[in-house]
Structure formats: C-alpha cells, structure tokens
Nanobody, 123 residues
Framework: HVQLVESGGGSVQAGGSLRLSCAAS????????MGWFRQAPGKEREGVAN???????SYADSVKGRFTISKDDAKNTLYLQMNSLKPEDTAMYYC??????????????????WGQGTQVTVS
C-alpha cells in the first residue's frame, strides 16, 4: 500500500502559476504509474496528466503546453507545475498511483490509491 498526501493548492489569478506536490509513503519500492486528476463542482473527474516509472508522460489536451508533471524519486514526491492558469482549471486536484502494470500507465488503468485532494481556484 502507498499513502498519498497532496499540497500546494490555493487561489491564484488567471495567468498565474501554482505547483502541486504529492508526497508518497508506505510501499514506495513498487513501480507505480502516478497521475493527477481533477474534479470541478458538478463535473466528472478527469485525468490531467500521468507519468510512468521510466519518466514517460501524457497530458489531457486541455492542459498540454501549460502543465508539467514530474517526479523526484529520491523524495518520493510527484509534482504538477501549472502555468497560464485559467478559471476553467478551478477544481479539486487529486494525486493517484497504481502498481498494477509495473509502473506503466495504459489508457485503461484504474488507479487504486488516491490522495485527499487539494483545491485550486483560479479567478
């Protein structure tokens, strides 16, 4: 099992930047696909970005060129750098992890571990 704790959310004006962090603890020896998701009020949860153990990344079209996912394996921490923020980026952001595919992130992956979320508000 792995525990995930997000931080770094807050309120920012449109065009601004935030960096979210997700600290992992517990079974950090396994190889995990790591991802960021978000859910706005009244909307379904959507995938934002994910990163594989070898560093391969993928992004939702809505954030490409503005958001960057990265990880620091030594610190067991996942990051999401968010630039050029828009009001439509307002949501609760969640960190997720799953070891089912040995650190790969196939499109059909269902994440098994989730953080509690951190709120991002863009006005």
């Amino acid at each position: 099992h792995v525990q995930l704790v997000e931080s770094g959310g807050g309120s920012v004006q449109a065009g601004g930047s935030l960096r979210l962090s997700c600290a992992a603890s517990g079974d950090t020896r396994s190889r995990y696909c790591m991802g960021w998701f978000r859910q706005a009020p009244g909307k379904e949860r959507e995938g934002v970005a994910n990163i594989e153990t070898d560093g391969g990344t993928s992004y939702a079209d809505s954030v490409k060129g503005r958001f960057t996912i990265s990880k620091d394996d030594a610190k067991n921490t996942l990051y999401l750098q968010m630039n050029s923020l828009k009001p439509e980026d307002t949501a609760m952001y969640y960190c997720a992890a799953d070891p089912s595919y040995g650190g790969r992130c196939p499109p059909h992956l269902i994440f098994g571990y989730w953080g509690q979320g951190t709120q991002v508000t863009v006005s």
